[in-house]
Nanobody, 121 residues
Framework: QVQLVESGGGLVQAGGSLRLSCAAS????????MGWFRQAPGKEREFVAS????????YYTDSVKGRFTISRDNAKNTVYLQMNSLKPEDTAVYYC??????????????WGQGTQVTVSS
């Protein structure tokens, strides 16, 4: 069973930046498309971004396009989410997961604990 551990969240003012990390256990990391999700209070979990197995292709939901950048380091079994120009509506718990299909809401593994991002206005 793959374990996912997210980190890097925090409290930041609007317009600020954060870099999230997600470390995955197991040897098959490079064989998975990876993605980031977020869940705001009272809302369903939302698919945010994905990255191809080699890192050569990325996808973003419209609300974060141009502000967030997903990347991965297969040697470290880690996927990242660089978040710039943060807005209060980005406030959520952020999760990573492998995806069954690229650029789709199709999580594979059990969820980790997530990392809280809070953006103040």
């Amino acid at each position: 069973q793959v374990q996912l551990v997210e980190s890097g969240g925090g409290l930041v003012q609007a317009g600020g930046s954060l870099r999230l990390s997600c470390a995955a256990s197991g040897r098959a990391f490079s064989s998975y498309v990876m993605g980031w999700f977020r869940q705001a209070p009272g809302k369903e979990r939302e698919f945010v971004a994905s990255i191809a197995k080699s890192g050569g292709s990325t996808y973003y939901t419209d609300s974060v396009k141009g502000r967030f950048t997903i990347s991965r380091d297969n040697a470290k079994n880690t996927v990242y989410l660089q978040m710039n120009s943060l807005k209060p509506e980005d406030t959520a718990v952020y999760y990573c997961n492998a995806l069954s299909y690229y650029a789709t809401n199709s999580p594979v593994h059990a969820w980790g604990q997530g990392t809280q991002v809070t953006v103040s206005s």
